[in-house]
């Protein structure tokens, strides 16, 4: 990572892993996200190769950072049929809608460019997606989902929510996790906890990675 690019250098929120920041519930959730697979376990190679894309293309990574797994996370939460407690009547469970929109997706695609989405330029999938965001599409792949819902209710909840229950994504924004059990107590602006990262000001880089090195 590059010490003048990110705005906590030398912060590694799994420095914690081992002391009373964390108890043991923490810790297990944590390992059980570092330990995501990178193979699908629920969904089929057409539609894992469609969600990758996909995650890509909402949530684009730095080559030069460890890579949160956003399709391993997917499709774990996939596997697992975990729901929200709750939903549009208009989408379909958790799973299903998954299923279609991910098809839908490839097949939008190849109408337009005779390729899949994870085949087509970086560009052309924005576009499709930027299609799908302002309800500009309805055709019969969508059966009956409404594409709009599916994206503002699905496609980024779903993937964003995932990158940042993510410790690497933590280290991006100088989160110390979970606040039990050591908790928080300076909750005010421009203060922070010893325990907590030191956020990298301009020409103070270097100070700010030297102290984040010693946080845990």
Known sequence: MNLYTSR????????????????????????????????PQCLDAVRWRALE???ACII???SDRPQVPLAGMIDTRLKANAGDGFRYARLP?????????????????KVRHGLPFASIERDHQNALLKQIQHG??????????????????????????AYYSHPYSWNEIGFGGPANPRGYVRMY??????WEPAEAKPGEELKAFRKNRRVR
């Open 8 to 39: 906590y250098p030398g912060y590694d929120v799994l420095r914690r892993r081992d002391t009373p920041s964390w108890d043991d519930i923490t810790r297990k959730v944590i390992e059980q996200r570092l330990a995501t697979p990178s193979d």
């Open 189 to 194: 602006y421009d203060r922070r906890d010893p």
């Open 60 to 62: 684009p990574q730095p």
């Open 136 to 161: 500009e599409l309805a055709s019969a792949f969508w059966q009956g989902m409404d594409p709009q819902l599916f994206f503002s209710q699905r496609i980024l909840p779903d993937i964003c929510g």
């Open 93 to 109: 469970p958790l799973r299903e809608a998954w299923c279609i929109g991910l098809t839908a997706l490839d097949e939008e695609s």
């Open 53 to 55: 894309a996909l995650c």
